[in-house]
């Protein structure tokens, strides 16, 4: 395992491998996409849960892409890895970066020009195509508040998903995502109510393809 010696991978490592994307009982994920994928803890905790699934990482961080890329090496993880971000339609955007390699993120922040890298920018449905993928039993998302584009606009590939396990940010409130979710089918259960910093965790399970 890597880690930087920083305080936020430290931190990143307590929670997912506390389980704050552990999966309802009897769920066995064979394709797993991982959205913000960072340095590749997710990536690694669901390896070791489900050893037979494929893992698709979606981290547009160079920071953050090339510890992905060496901890997937380092552990043989079953991984395909896409450097770049994921939006409603195909293009390049800003990443804003901070000093917290946790916290980069695609909306506007007020950081400086000199804080901002250009990205490319994919849809789930291009990704889905370029691994063969007919639906998703597990999304993992994580984007620093841009899930509330990315579940909301141009979002027909819901209907092919299984299973969501992520965090919602300042922003965009459980409300908002039960509406935008139950759309297509989804229950939403609160892991963690939106705390001081604007973050809560969820998991949601689609009553037609669980």
């Not at 195909?90 to 890298?117: H, K, V």
């Not at 789930?124 to 899930?147: A, C, F, Q, S, T």
Request: hydrophobic content about 40%.
């Amino acid at each position: 395992m890597l880690l930087r010696s920083n305080a936020v991978d430290c931190k990143l490592l307590v929670e997912v491998f506390g389980g704050v994307y552990a999966l309802p009982a009897k769920q066995r994920p064979k394709r797993i996409m991982d959205l913000g994928a960072n340095i590749g803890l997710s990536a690694l905790y669901f390896h070791r849960q489900f050893p037979e699934a494929s893992i698709a990482c979606i981290e547009p961080a160079p920071k953050n892409f090339s510890m992905l890329t060496r901890m997937v090496s380092l552990n043989a993880l079953p991984a395909t890895l896409f450097d770049c971000a994921i939006g409603p339609s195909a293009g390049s955007t800003a990443l804003y970066d901070t000093a917290d390699p946790s916290c980069c993120t695609l909306l506007p922040n007020g950081e400086s020009s000199d804080n901002q890298i250009t990205v490319q920018l994919k849809t789930i449905p291009e990704i889905m195509e370029v691994l063969h993928w007919d639906r998703i039993d597990l999304l993992k998302i994580d984007i620093e508040g841009y899930e509330r584009v990315v579940l909301r606009d141009n979002a027909d590939w819901l209907s092919r998903i299984s299973c969501i396990v992520g965090e919602i940010h300042a922003g965009y409130d459980f409300a908002q995502l039960r509406e935008d979710l139950g759309r297509y089918g989804f229950e939403i259960t609160e892991r963690r109510a939106i705390n001081e910093y604007g973050q809560g965790n969820f998991v949601a399970m689609s009553r037609v393809n669980s």
